[in-house]
């Protein structure tokens, strides 16, 4: 069960915490009560918030436009906000009494 994944309506919402200038994108586990996740993209002129939206698009399946950072834009801990995510990705645990069910990818 994740404290970091829960859906506001057809939405995923996601508290992440945001490793920049990794030598690779991929999700990293837990940190505290965020998902961590590794980003390629160095931190500066936007290129980690540009690559995270790419990231997470590809992983649920969503175009990049529905995807939205929709906090700490300039922090590590972010909020973001998935619009009717599509698939569910291996290694993200699906929220407590979640009614949507999606195929995993």
């Not at 069960?1 to 915490?17: E, I, N, Q, T």
């Not at 965020?34 to 936007?46: E, F, S, T």
């Not at 599509?86 to 290694?91: A, S």
């Amino acid at each position: 069960m994740s404290s970091y994944a829960r859906f506001d309506g057809p939405d995923l919402v996601l508290h992440c915490h945001i490793q920049p200038g990794a030598r690779r994108s991929e999700l990293a586990g837990e940190h505290g009560e965020r998902l961590k996740i590794r980003l390629q993209a160095p931190p500066v002129d936007g290129k980690a918030n540009t690559e995270l939206i790419r990231f997470l698009s590809k992983l649920f399946a969503v175009p990049r436009n529905a995807v939205s950072i929709e906090s700490g834009e300039l922090s590590r801990q972010k909020r973001v906000r998935i619009q009717n995510p599509v698939q569910w990705p291996t290694g993200i645990d699906q929220p407590a009494g979640s009614q949507k069910s999606m195929p995993r990818g």
